[in-house]
């Protein structure tokens, strides 16, 4: 069984009906648990518009949510260091949300994989 971490684009995607996402994340159900950091639940809540409220929370509340640890938070921090260094700008976001994936193991499903260039990483690009 594999389990899922949704990144804010892929929701974002979801509320909008789009059908090809919605069949995906159906599929994805069935192969194990879907997940979202607590950092894709601000970024839905922070973009909804008053009138998308109550089917926006229905599907926040129907996905597992995942809280910022201190582990997180340092791998996090961890990587906009070492990527910078690179030349490479990581958003804080971006970053929290790909240590989450990483810290539980989980597969981090995606339209901008661009955005998520950490090789341990377990990615499934839309």
Do not use: C
């Not at 839905?44 to 998308?52: D, K």
């Not at 597992?64 to 260094?85: H, K, M």
């Not at 690179?86 to 989450?100: C, E, F, V, Y």
């Amino acid at each position: 069984m594999t389990d899922y971490l949704l990144d804010t684009n892929v929701l974002i995607l979801a509320l909008r009906g789009q059908p090809l996402t919605l069949d995906l994340l159906d599929q994805l159900q069935e192969k194990g648990t879907l997940y979202i950091s607590v950092i894709t639940r601000t970024e839905i809540l922070a973009s909804m518009h008053p009138h998308e409220e109550r089917h926006t929370l229905n599907l926040l509340q129907a996905l597992e949510n995942l809280s910022v640890t201190p582990a997180i938070a340092d791998q996090a921090g961890r990587w906009i260091y070492q990527y910078a260094r690179r030349g490479i700008q990581l958003s804080i976001p971006d970053a929290l949300i790909g240590a989450t994936a990483l810290h539980h193991g989980l597969t981090l499903v995606t339209t901008n994989a661009k955005h998520f260039p950490m090789p341990n990483l377990q990615l499934h690009h839309l």
